[in-house]
């Protein structure tokens, strides 16, 4: 019925930038939190950054914090995710996710919970 369409990876030497786009459609409603976990080669999934409705709240893993920052359009059902110093190590499929928000905010840290719906990842590889 949701519908996440991640856009804008790629393939960017270390140091480079990225902004990765999520468009959502279908039967979308007015108030949810979106965000965006990843998954590199031998890893496990992983959280990297969650918004809310209104884009005050906004959550950080520790590997993003003071690289990316995250922001939405509401206007537009769709989610950001720019990426700056990229590394090596953020070489991942990454996924975008929405479901309904919650005051405990801890749960935007694990895969389940909240995030009802994934989008199928954009591949992002960054080059040493």
């Known amino acids: 019925q949701v519908q996440l369409v991640e856009s804008g990876g790629g393939l960017v030497q270390a140091g480079g930038s990225l902004t990765l786009s999520c468009a959502a459609s279908g039967r979308t409603f007015s108030r949810y939190a979106m965000g965006w976990f990843r998954q590199a080669p031998g890893k496990e999934r992983e959280f990297v950054s969650a918004?809310?409705?209104?884009?005050?709240?906004?959550y950080y893993a520790d590997s993003a914090k003071g690289r990316f920052t995250i922001s939405r359009d509401n206007a537009k059902d769709t989610v950001y995710l720019q990426m700056n110093s990229l590394k090596f190590e953020d070489t991942a499929v990454y996924y975008c996710v929405a479901g309904r928000q919650t005051p405990d905010y801890y749960v935007y840290y694990r895969q389940e919970g909240p995030w009802e719906h994934w989008g199928q990842g954009t591949q992002v590889t960054v080059t040493s």
């Open positions: 918004i809310t409705w209104s884009g005050t709240n906004i």
